[in-house]
Nanobody, 118 residues
Framework: QVHLVESGGGLVQAGGSLRLSCAASGGTFIINAMGWIRQAPGKEREFLAGISWRGGSPSYVDSVKGRFTISRDYAKNTVYLQMNSLKPEDTAVYYC???????????WGQGAQVTVSS
């Protein structure tokens, strides 16, 4: 099992930027991939971006391509989500999650609120 802690959420005006961080601890040696998922009020959870823990090209949902960038610092056991050109519809709770090899997001952080004002 892996313990994940997000940070970096907050309130930002439309067009602004935020960077979310997700620090992993515990059994990090078994992490296969990390991802960012968000959930807006009244909506289902939406996968945003994923990255292989040991390298490889990241993947993005179309709605954030060109605006959001996922990256990871292997030495710090931390994954980041750089969010640019934020829109009010990006308002949501953002979660990081880990795939420990089973092909599912099995371990989740507590979530970070991101609010984008118009």
């Amino acid at each position: 099992q892996v313990h994940l802690v997000e940070s970096g959420g907050g309130l930002v005006q439309a067009g602004g930027s935020l960077r979310l961080s997700c620090a992993a601890s515990g059994g990090t040696f078994i992490i296969n991939a990390m991802g960012w998922i968000r959930q807006a009020p009244g909506k289902e959870r939406e996968f945003l971006a994923g990255i292989s823990w040991r390298g490889g090209s990241p993947s993005y949902v179309d709605s954030v391509k060109g605006r959001f960038t996922i990256s990871r610092d292997y030495a710090k056991n931390t994954v980041y989500l750089q969010m640019n050109s934020l829109k009010p519809e990006d308002t949501a709770v953002y979660y990081c999650a880990a795939d420990l090899g089973g092909g599912t997001w099995s371990d989740w952080g507590q979530g970070a609120q991101v609010t984008v004002s118009s």
